[in-house]
């Protein structure tokens, strides 16, 4: 099966134990800002931390931990996957800054670059985490 319908993903690279456990080390990192941000209340250095994303982060860094621990293909998907939904939440955010309305998350460009940065290596992780035979 592919993912993204990519067919030609690597299998085995060698270097997915590094792409597992920088999956498993965002995941921390999200988890320790969704925390800060739920005790702070305010900027989270530099970085206006709501509760809504606050807890979106929380859960987005469970995620990518418990795949890290889990290993193996369905990790990789599941990074892979979220890699993409956190990107998508950050153009969402990004095209709604500016609104009062539609800025749901009360996100700012510094939380934007979080998603961005946070998606782009749960891509990676996923991309490069696959492990097994390659699929002809």
């Keep these: 099966m592919s993912m993204f319908g990519l067919r030609t993903l690597p299998v085995d690279h060698r270097l997915h134990p590094v792409y597992r456990v920088l999956g498993a080390v ?3 990192l999200l988890i320790a800002f969704a925390v800060v941000g ?3 209340s305010g900027d989270v250095l530099g970085a206006p931390a709501s509760t809504a994303l606050c ?3 929380l859960v987005a860094g469970a995620v990518m931990v418990l795949a890290a ?4 293909n ?3 998907q599941v990074n892979a996957y979220l890699g ?3 990107i998508v939440l950050g153009f969402v955010c990004m095209l709604t800054m500016h609104t009062d309305g539609a800025n749901f ?3 700012s460009m510094a939380d934007v670059v979080i998603l961005f940065v946070a998606g782009v290596v749960g891509l990676a992780a996923g ?4 492990v097994g035979e390659p699929v002809h």
């Design 26 to 28: 965002v995941g921390l």
């Design 74 to 76: 369905a990790a990789a």
């Design 105 to 107: 998350l009360d996100a």
């Design 69 to 72: 621990v889990q290993g193996g």
């Design 55 to 57: 807890a979106i982060c």
């Design 38 to 40: 739920f005790v702070v």
């Design 84 to 86: 993409a939904a956190l």
């Design 127 to 130: 991309f490069y985490g696959r």
